[in-house]
């Protein structure tokens, strides 16, 4: 596809004709950086990433109700199934190694000129479909090659290599041997955690994050911690057993992580900013708590009781048909009494309420109980001092 017929695919993607309907009245509308590489891959682009020159915010406005952000004189629009990411052109300049950048106004070929690769330096001028790119990007494009814009890149912002990975895992691209070369040295620099954090949760949101973390693994080993393993045995079985409402990110995490050991584990997932709910998540599904016990179960009862009270995600992880079993049916089982129930019929409270009703669920795993009455009946069982 030539550049010039991206126009013509942009009408064909969500909030690609309302853009269109907003250049034809606006000069100075440009789609930029990962929505032209995608049309012009044939893909379908995330979202559209427009550069404007004149007033962002008015220009937002005319799209719909934009977010601004004041700090980056960006706007964000959302409509009907798509999103418009809308900037002015800028470049960024780094008051040291991987320090957030400094902004400032530019003209576009400055703008294209600071982005991460070659194949996300196009810009394509809306109506008329007029071409500013780096001079390498359409053949880099092509030929499928990742390649920094200068040897300083990964310096000046170390989570290019991140995306770097992400790109190769997604599309398939390699970088050339310079960009290889560069990434094999890169550091995080000054870096924050919570930034790399960020690039490592849009891996694992990809349609084939261990593609992305081989490639991670492959130019920039240093990044990823000892013990990682970016494809594990287990994870495409647990990605199969994963409920809809499982973490899937969360899975392939901790899949990854299960021969790190847990103190670093923990200490990683920390400074990569994992909320503390998701970092607990990762941590009890690569531990393998349940996993011997769970695939040792000798019928229903006994698969209740291994995975009583795990995640889905260290369940999925566990794997085999016992893991089936509980994810599909037997963590749905609910009983129809309650421990006021018991306590109504005599029983103290206390651990043993819990613990009756763990008996007439087991029992009903086992179809031994139906209804309210042998539900009673069960949980009661060998409860003693019911007082009845
Ligand atoms: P995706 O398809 O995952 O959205 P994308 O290429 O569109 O990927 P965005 O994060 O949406 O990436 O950013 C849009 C564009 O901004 C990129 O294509 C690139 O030109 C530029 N860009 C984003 N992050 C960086 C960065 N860290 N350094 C330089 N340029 C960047
Ligand atoms: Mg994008």
Redesign the pocket.
């Known amino acids: 596809m030539e550049a010039a017929d991206v126009v013509v695919s942009l009408r064909e993607v969500a909030g690609g004709p309302e853009l269109l309907e907003l250049a034809d009245a606006h000069g100075g509308i440009w789609l930029?950086?990962?929505?032209v590489?995608?049309l012009l891959l044939g893909r379908s682009?995330?979202?559209l990433?427009v550069v404007v020159e004149g007033d962002v915010g008015e220009v937002a406005g005319r799209l719909g109700e934009p977010v601004l952000h004041e700090r980056f004189g960006t706007a964000t629009v959302q409509g009907d199934g798509f999103a418009i990411?809308l900037a002015a052109p800028r470049t960024?300049s780094y008051p040291a190694p991987g320090a957030l950048p400094e902004v400032a106004p530019a003209t576009l070929a400055e703008d294209i000129e600071?982005?991460?690769?070659t194949i996300?330096?196009i810009a394509v001028r809306l109506p008329d479909g007029e071409v500013l790119a780096e001079p390498r990007a359409l053949a880099d494009l092509q030929s499928g090659t990742l390649r920094v814009l200068h040897p300083g890149s990964f310096e000046d912002?170390p989570?290019?290599v991140w995306?770097m990975a992400?790109?190769a895992g997604?599309l398939g691209f390699r970088p050339d041997e310079e960009t290889a070369a560069l990434a094999a040295q890169a550091g995080p620099g000054q870096t924050s955690g919570e930034r790399i954090g960020n690039e490592l949760r849009?891996i694992l949101a990809e349609d084939d994050p261990s593609a992305a973390l081989e490639a991670l693994a492959e130019y920039c080993p240093q990044a990823l911690p000892a013990g990682f393993s970016c494809r594990p045995e287990r994870l495409a079985p647990a990605l199969e057993l994963l409920p809809a409402d499982g973490r899937r990110d969360l899975l392939v995490l901790a899949a990854c992580v299960a021969a790190m050991d847990t103190a670093t584990l923990q200490r990683w997932l920390d400074d990569l900013a994992f909320p503390a709910a998701d970092r607990d998540l990762v941590v009890a599904s690569s531990r393998w708590v349940t996993g011997e016990p769970l695939r040792a179960a000798q019928g229903r009862a006994a698969v209740l009781r291994a995975a009583r009270g795990a995640p889905v995600e260290a369940v999925a992880l566990a794997g085999g048909d016992n893991a089936a079993l509980w994810l599909e049916e037997l963590r749905h089982l609910e009983l129809e009494i309650g421990g006021d129930d018991l306590i109504a019929a005599g029983l103290e409270p206390g651990p043993q309420v819990g613990a009756a009703l763990e008996r007439a669920l087991e029992a009903k795993a086992e179809g031994r109980c139906s209804g309210r009455e042998e539900e009673l009946a069960a949980a009661l069982e060998g409860a003693g001092g019911t007082g009845a």
């Open positions: 930029v950086g990962g929505a590489r995608d682009p995330g979202e990433d990411d960024e600071r982005r991460d690769f996300n330096a912002d989570t290019r995306r992400r790109y997604r849009l």
